[in-house]
């Protein structure tokens, strides 16, 4: 079976830093990868997907990931945090010809002024 | 992408009692889903709802406690019965809408059991 593993379960940081949220999955078969975003009390908003193709994937917001095979990690980056991206943070993985999710144990982001 | 409404959006509720959630969807999807995010923890499915036939239950959830239905193909309900202040959770509906492969997600409800 596949996991998700989130490595920080709170990352605070400066507006306008960079900032990078870690994700690592296993799994033995071919996955997609998501991120998605939740604000303080909404659901879940898809920031990005790799299906397959460039590793680097960019999504809205300014935010990107990289799909490392080697390493199974799909870490989220952004250059430069605004106060606006506070908010949870949850690493998806689907198995391929799946349709369940399964996530990770969601991190935290708080933008410090 | 698919327009996802949940009600209630909150509520409070009593311990015993049981609470209807439902969750409409602006177009045709072909899966919808149930989780459920207790307080500071991530999402856990409890569900797949199946159009025409009955739900299938992740390991931990039963049909007793947590009964769906999906009428049909836009429209699904969750019940939380006998309710305990465990119960209490985000619960979201999420649906995958043709042939896309992520997953949208309604606001969620908010439920507190006292």
């Known amino acids: 079976a596949q996991s998700v593993t989130q490595l920080d379960s709170q990352v605070p940081v400066f507006e306008e830093a960079p900032v990078e949220l870690r994700c690592n999955y296993s799994?033995?078969?071919?996955?997609?990868l998501f991120w998605y975003v939740q604000y303080p009390n909404q659901g879940l908003q898809l920031l990005l997907k790799?299906?397959?193709?460039?590793?680097l994937v960019k999504g809205i917001n300014g935010f990107e990931a990289e799909f490392n095979k080697s390493q199974t990690s799909f870490h989220l980056r952004k250059p430069s945090v605004h106060i606006s991206d506070t908010a949870e943070y949850f690493c998806?993985?689907?198995?391929?010809?799946?349709?369940?999710?399964?996530f990770g144990q969601g991190t935290r982001l708080t933008i410090n002024p | 992408s698919a327009v996802i409404s949940q009600k209630p959006s909150r509520d409070i509720c009593q311990r015993g009692t049981s609470l209807t959630i439902q969750c409409q969807v602006d177009?045709?999807?072909?899966?919808m889903f149930w989780y459920r995010q207790q307080p500071g923890q991530s999402l856990t499915l409890i569900a797949t709802?199946?159009?025409?036939?009955?739900?299938?239950?992740e390991s931990g959830f039963v049909i007793d406690k947590f009964p769906i239905s999906r009428p049909n193909l836009t429209f699904s309900t969750l019940t939380v019965s006998n309710m305990s202040p465990e119960d209490s959770s985000i619960y979201l509906c999420?649906?995958?809408?043709?042939?896309?492969?992520?997953?949208?997600f309604g606001q969620g409800t908010r439920l507190t059991v006292v």
């Open positions: 999420s649906v995958v809408w043709g042939a896309n492969t992520e997953a949208f």
């Open positions: 799994s033995s078969v071919s996955v997609y």
């Open positions: 790799y299906l397959s193709g460039s590793t």
């Open positions: 998806a993985v689907k198995l391929q010809g799946a349709q369940k999710l399964v």
């Open positions: 177009s045709q999807v072909t899966m």
């Open positions: 709802a199946n159009q025409g036939s009955e739900a299938t239950y």
